[in-house]
């Protein structure tokens, strides 16, 4: 994250036009939501570090991926899944409580594009492709503790200039179970085979539900489980340690929405 933007954002001296494409505009300058970003990234990192041993873990927060290296965006402001991923990547940095991780793969599920994290890609691990090191036999290049990022999202629906994930699955408003799951399995499946991550961070959105006002999807909470569950089932059974965080989700009635975001907890 660019220094010079996370020290403005914590002594509350963002500009207006940097609040307004966050979306909380003065509420950017409260201690209580400067608190709330940093603990949210916190508790990813946190959980992190429990998934790595235990194999499994989520967090009740957590999913900021539109927020950039520079700037926040789309209501996030701090991206916990691209801190995450360095601090997996980066020995120094974890103090070597977590060793031997190249390959970090954002598997991100949430009805928007995971524009923010994608645009991380440059800047997360190694990436200095002029080494020689970071070339194959062929001198083609390869990845070398790098950030993987693959983003199911709805085609149509915010952002509206998508970014360039690793792998984008662009999906066509109404989607339904059925049709959404097999694209889920296919893509999911390509991507752990191409990449082969050493570390699985999920984000579990669920604006992806039918009845979600910004969703543009049409999911059902059982399709969210089963989604959610094959998601955990293929990294447990693959011994890649795995993350869950809750992403976006958005109901006029609190109780209904917090009954799906607690599926990913299930």
Same mark, same amino acid.
């Given at each position: 994250?660019?220094?010079?933007?996370?020290?403005?954002?914590?002594?509350?001296?963002?500009?207006?036009?940097?609040?307004?494409?966050?979306?909380?505009?003065?509420?950017?300058?409260?201690?209580?939501?400067?608190?709330?970003?940093?603990?949210?990234?916190?508790?990813?990192?946190?959980?992190?570090?429990?998934?790595?041993?235990?194999?499994?873990?989520?967090?009740?927060?957590?999913?900021?991926?539109?927020?950039?290296?520079?700037?926040?965006?789309?209501?996030?402001?701090? %991206?916990?899944?691209?801190?995450?991923? %360095?601090?997996?990547?980066?020995?120094?940095?974890?103090?070597?409580?977590?060793?031997?991780?190249?390959?970090? @793969?954002?598997?991100?599920?949430?009805?928007?594009?995971?524009?923010?994290?994608?645009?991380?890609?440059?800047?997360?691990?190694?990436?200095?492709?002029?080494?020689?090191?970071?070339?194959?036999?062929?001198?083609?290049?390869?990845?070398?503790?790098?950030?993987?990022? @693959?983003?199911?999202?709805?085609?149509? %629906?915010?952002?509206?200039?998508?970014?360039?994930?690793?792998?984008?699955?662009?999906?066509?408003?109404?989607?339904? /179970?059925?049709?959404?799951?097999?694209?889920?399995?296919?893509?999911?499946?390509?991507?752990?085979?191409?990449?082969?991550?050493?570390?699985?961070?999920?984000?579990?959105?669920?604006?992806?539900?039918?009845?979600?006002?910004?969703?543009?999807?049409?999911?059902?909470?059982?399709?969210?489980?089963?989604?959610?569950?094959?998601?955990?089932?293929?990294?447990?059974?693959?011994?890649?340690?795995?993350?869950?965080?809750?992403?976006?989700?958005?109901?006029? /009635?609190?109780?209904?929405?917090?009954?799906?975001?607690?599926?990913?907890?299930?």
């Amino acid at each position: 994250i660019c220094p010079s933007f996370l020290d403005r954002f914590l002594s509350a001296s963002l500009d207006r036009k940097e609040e307004l494409r966050i979306g909380f505009r003065d509420c950017c300058k409260l201690e209580e939501l400067r608190e709330r970003t940093v603990l949210e990234v916190a508790g990813t990192v946190l959980t992190a570090q429990l998934a790595w041993r235990y194999g499994l873990a989520t967090n009740a927060a957590g999913g900021t991926h539109h927020a950039t290296p520079s700037m926040g965006a789309g209501y996030t402001i701090l %991206n916990d899944l691209a801190v995450t991923a %360095n601090f997996l990547l980066n020995e120094d940095l974890n103090g070597n409580m977590i060793q031997g991780v190249e390959t970090v @793969l954002v598997i991100d599920c949430d009805v928007h594009q995971g524009d923010g994290t994608a645009k991380f890609e440059a800047y997360v691990g190694n990436r200095d492709s002029n080494k020689d090191e970071n070339k194959d036999s062929n001198g083609s290049k390869k990845r070398s503790s790098s950030l993987v990022t @693959l983003s199911l999202h709805c085609e149509s %629906n915010y952002p509206s200039y998508k970014a360039n994930s690793t792998y984008d699955v662009g999906l066509p408003d109404k989607m339904n /179970d059925d049709e959404y799951f097999d694209i889920l399995q296919k893509s999911v499946n390509r991507a752990i085979s191409e990449t082969k991550p050493d570390f699985v961070l999920y984000d579990a959105g669920v604006d992806v539900h039918k009845d979600d006002f910004l969703g543009r999807l049409s999911l059902t909470e059982e399709g969210i489980r089963r989604r959610d569950r094959w998601v955990f089932e293929k990294c447990v059974n693959l011994g890649i340690p795995v993350v869950g965080v809750i992403g976006g989700g958005y109901d006029k /009635d609190d109780e209904v929405l917090a009954k799906r975001h607690a599926i990913v907890h299930e």
